[in-house]
């Protein structure tokens, strides 16, 4: 019971903010559900642009991808097409 009273107090302190960082924030590199997320694209969808080298990514394991926001957004960029009046 005493335990219980304690964790809700805690909850509702001023002083008590949750750590809500994000991979981007952290160390600067994207997981693939992040780049799926941002560009709101199925993570399989981005499975097929690493598989046709369309996005850069760096292979940091055997199975394990990052991807650098900016390299991302540069990449894809070329996908843009604007109105031709």
Known sequence: MRAR????KLAT???FTP?????EERDGLWQKKD?????RISERSVET????RQIPFLRLGHRTLRFRKADVLRALNR???TEIS
């Open 79 to 81: 996908f843009t097409t």
């Open 19 to 23: 750590l809500q960082h994000t991979t």
């Open 49 to 52: 642009l690493v598989s046709q």
């Open 35 to 39: 780049v799926a997320a941002f560009f």
């Open 13 to 15: 302190s001023s002083r």
């Open 5 to 8: 009273k304690h964790a809700s």
